[in-house]
C-alpha cells in the first residue's frame, strides 16, 4: 500500500519505498549531447557551459536488461518509482512521493469518429499531483538534489511547475521561491502560497522571470530547477514515455501528439524509447512525435518549417494557454531532433481552435483538458484534414493538466 501523507515525505512513504530498497538505480554518468563530455553525477550539476546544452542521464542499461523484465515492473506497486532502476535517485528515502505517475491512457471513441480516426487515445496527465504533468519532473529534481544536500530550490515558471515544485518542496521539508508573470492563472498563484512557497510575480513572460530568478540564485546560493537548466527534470517526465510503452505492450503507437513549450515531456519520452530499445524491451519503430505550439508562441514550429537547428526567441509572445507562452526553448535542438528522427512535425493551433477543441474534447470524452492538452486536437485534426495522420493510426494525445487550473 502506498502511503500519500506529506508530512514527512521521507519517513511517511516508507511502506512504498521500503518494497523499493532493492530496486537498485543503473545511473551511472551525466553527458552533454552536443559535445559528449561527461559531468560527475555525484555532485549537483547544471547544463553544459560550453555548448549551452541541456546534459543528459545515462544509465548501465545492458547490465539492467540481463535482470529486469516487463512482467516485473507491471507486479510492483503503481507509482513512478516502480522505474527505480531506470531513474538517478540513489537510495530510496529519498524517494518521495505525493502519489505521480501511472496516469490513464483512455481511449476516445467519440472523439476520434467525429472526425473518422478509428483508434485514438488520450494520455491524461491530470490525475498527478497539482493536477498537471509537471509533477513527474519536478518530483525528481527536488528528490535527487536533496539527495545531493539541497535546501533551498528556485524557479521561473508559466505557472504550473511552480505549483509543482512548491509542493515537492514542502514534501522534502525544503524552502522555495517561484517567480511567476503576474498574468498567471490566479489559481497557481494561489496554489504556491498555500503550499508555503515565497511567490515572486514578475511584469512579463517566463524569460523575465527566469532573468530575475536567476539573478536571486546567484545571489543567494539558491538551486535552480528551471526547464532543463538541470538534468532530472526530463528523466521524471521520461516515465511519460515508459508508461506509454507498457500501455501499448511494448509496441509504439503510430503518432503521439504533444503541446511544447519548454519541451521536456518531449524529448524525455524520445529518450525513454531509446532506452528501452536498448533494454530489448521494444524494436526500432517509433512514433511520430507532433510539437504543438500556439500561434502567437511558435519558435520550434518556425525552426522546424525553416529546416533550423535552433530555435530563434519569438516576440510579443501571446497565447491564453499559459503553458505555451513560451519565447525560448534551452533544449531547442533536442527537440527538433526527436521531430526530425521521428519523421515528425510541428504544429502551431490558434487560441480559438484551442477554445473550441476544449469544448469537443471535453464534450466527447468527459475529460476537462487544460488548454494545451486542447492544442493537440486541434493539432491532431489539421493534420487529420490534410491526410499526414491516417484513419487507421493508432494516435496518442497528451492532456498534460486539468482545465480547472485555469478557471
Given at each position: 500500500?502506498?502511503?500519500?501523507?506529506?508530512?514527512?515525505?521521507?519517513?511517511?512513504?516508507?511502506?512504498?519505498?521500503?518494497?523499493?530498497?532493492?530496486?537498485?538505480?543503473?545511473?551511472?554518468?551525466?553527458?552533454?549531447?552536443?559535445?559528449?563530455?561527461?559531468?560527475?553525477?555525484?555532485?549537483?550539476?547544471?547544463?553544459?557551459?560550453?555548448c549551452m546544452s541541456p546534459i543528459l542521464a545515462e544509465y548501465d542499461l545492458e547490465r539492467l536488461g540481463e535482470?529486469?523484465?516487463?512482467?516485473?515492473?507491471?507486479?510492483?506497486?503503481?507509482?513512478?518509482?516502480?522505474?527505480?532502476?531506470?531513474?538517478?535517485?540513489?537510495?530510496?528515502?529519498?524517494?518521495?512521493?505525493?502519489?505521480?505517475?501511472?496516469?490513464?491512457?483512455?481511449?476516445?471513441?467519440?472523439?476520434?469518429?467525429?472526425?473518422?480516426?478509428?483508434?485514438?487515445?488520450?494520455?491524461?496527465?491530470?490525475?498527478?499531483?497539482?493536477?498537471?504533468?509537471?509533477?513527474?519532473?519536478?518530483?525528481?529534481?527536488?528528490?535527487?538534489?536533496?539527495?545531493?544536500?539541497?535546501?533551498?530550490?528556485?524557479?521561473?515558471?508559466?505557472?504550473?511547475?511552480?505549483?509543482?515544485?512548491?509542493?515537492?518542496?514542502?514534501?522534502?521539508?525544503?524552502?522555495?521561491?517561484?517567480?511567476?508573470?503576474?498574468?498567471?492563472?490566479?489559481?497557481?498563484?494561489?496554489?504556491?502560497?498555500?503550499?508555503?512557497?515565497?511567490?515572486?510575480?514578475?511584469?512579463?513572460?517566463?524569460?523575465?522571470?527566469?532573468?530575475?530568478?536567476?539573478?536571486?540564485?546567484?545571489?543567494?546560493?539558491?538551486?535552480?530547477?528551471?526547464?532543463?537548466?538541470?538534468?532530472?527534470?526530463?528523466?521524471?517526465?521520461?516515465?511519460?514515455?515508459?508508461?506509454?510503452?507498457?500501455?501499448?505492450?511494448?509496441?509504439?503507437?503510430?503518432?503521439?501528439?504533444?503541446?511544447?513549450?519548454?519541451?521536456?515531456?518531449?524529448?524525455?519520452?524520445?529518450?525513454?524509447?531509446?532506452?528501452?530499445?536498448?533494454?530489448?524491451?521494444?524494436?526500432?519503430?517509433?512514433?511520430?512525435?507532433?510539437?504543438?505550439?500556439?500561434?502567437?508562441?511558435?519558435?520550434?514550429?518556425?525552426?522546424?518549417?525553416?529546416?533550423a537547428e535552433r530555435a530563434e526567441p519569438w516576440e510579443d509572445a501571446h497565447t491564453h494557454a499559459s503553458g505555451?507562452?513560451?519565447?525560448?526553448?534551452?533544449?531547442?535542438?533536442?527537440?527538433?531532433?526527436?521531430?526530425?528522427?521521428?519523421?515528425?512535425?510541428?504544429?502551431?493551433?490558434?487560441?480559438?481552435?484551442?477554445?473550441?477543441?476544449?469544448?469537443?474534447?471535453?464534450?466527447?470524452?468527459?475529460?476537462?483538458?487544460?488548454?494545451?492538452?486542447?492544442?493537440?486536437?486541434?493539432?491532431?485534426?489539421?493534420?487529420?484534414?490534410?491526410?499526414?495522420?491516417?484513419?487507421?493510426?493508432?494516435?496518442?494525445?497528451?492532456?498534460?493538466?486539468?482545465?480547472?487550473?485555469?478557471?
Amino acid at each position: 500500500m502506498r502511503l500519500l501523507s506529506t508530512c514527512n515525505a521521507f519517513t511517511s512513504s516508507l511502506s512504498y519505498t521500503s518494497t523499493m530498497e532493492t530496486y537498485t538505480s543503473h545511473f551511472t554518468r551525466l553527458v552533454c549531447p552536443e559535445c559528449g563530455n561527461p559531468f560527475d553525477a555525484t555532485v549537483l550539476q547544471t547544463f553544459c557551459h560550453d555548448c549551452m546544452s541541456p546534459i543528459l542521464a545515462e544509465y548501465d542499461l545492458e547490465r539492467l536488461g540481463e535482470k529486469l523484465t516487463p512482467a516485473e515492473l507491471r507486479s510492483r506497486p503503481k507509482g513512478l518509482w516502480r522505474w527505480s532502476e531506470l531513474l538517478p535517485v540513489q537510495q530510496a528515502q529519498y524517494r518521495l512521493t505525493l502519489g505521480e505517475g501511472d496516469t490513464p491512457l483512455l481511449a476516445a471513441p467519440h472523439l476520434g469518429a467525429s472526425i473518422g480516426l478509428k483508434n485514438l487515445y488520450i494520455k491524461d496527465e491530470s490525475s498527478n499531483p497539482t493536477a498537471t504533468f509537471k509533477a513527474r519532473g519536478l518530483v525528481m529534481a527536488v528528490a535527487r538534489a536533496v539527495e545531493l544536500g539541497v535546501e533551498e530550490f528556485v524557479i521561473p515558471t508559466a505557472g504550473n511547475a511552480g505549483g509543482a515544485l512548491a509542493a515537492y518542496a514542502a514534501a522534502a521539508g525544503k524552502a522555495s521561491h517561484v517567480y511567476m508573470p503576474q498574468d498567471a492563472p490566479n489559481i497557481n498563484q494561489v496554489e504556491v502560497r498555500a503550499l508555503g512557497a515565497d511567490l515572486q510575480l514578475v511584469e512579463g513572460l517566463i524569460t523575465d522571470a527566469g532573468r530575475l530568478a536567476g539573478q536571486a540564485r546567484d545571489e543567494h546560493g539558491w538551486f535552480d530547477v528551471s526547464t532543463f537548466k538541470e538534468p532530472y527534470r526530463a528523466e521524471g517526465k521520461k516515465t511519460m514515455g515508459l508508461e506509454l510503452a507498457e500501455d501499448f505492450d511494448y509496441e509504439l503507437p503510430d503518432v503521439v501528439v504533444y503541446p511544447t513549450g519548454g519541451g521536456t515531456g518531449l524529448v524525455g519520452m524520445w529518450k525513454a524509447f531509446d532506452e528501452l530499445e536498448k533494454l530489448g524491451w521494444i524494436g526500432s519503430q517509433r512514433p511520430r512525435m507532433v510539437s504543438v505550439q500556439a500561434a502567437g508562441c511558435a519558435p520550434i514550429v518556425r525552426a522546424f518549417e525553416t529546416g533550423a537547428e535552433r530555435a530563434e526567441p519569438w516576440e510579443d509572445a501571446h497565447t491564453h494557454a499559459s503553458g505555451l507562452r513560451v519565447p525560448v526553448a534551452f533544449a531547442d535542438r533536442l527537440i527538433l531532433r526527436a521531430l526530425r528522427e521521428s519523421q515528425g512535425t510541428a504544429v502551431a493551433v490558434r487560441d480559438e481552435d484551442i477554445r473550441a477543441a476544449e469544448a469537443e474534447m471535453a464534450q466527447k470524452t468527459g475529460i476537462f483538458a487544460a488548454p494545451e492538452g486542447a492544442a493537440t486536437w486541434a493539432a491532431a485534426k489539421h493534420l487529420f484534414g490534410g491526410g499526414w495522420i491516417d484513419p487507421d493510426a493508432r494516435v496518442v494525445l497528451f492532456n498534460t493538466g486539468s482545465g480547472l487550473k485555469y478557471i
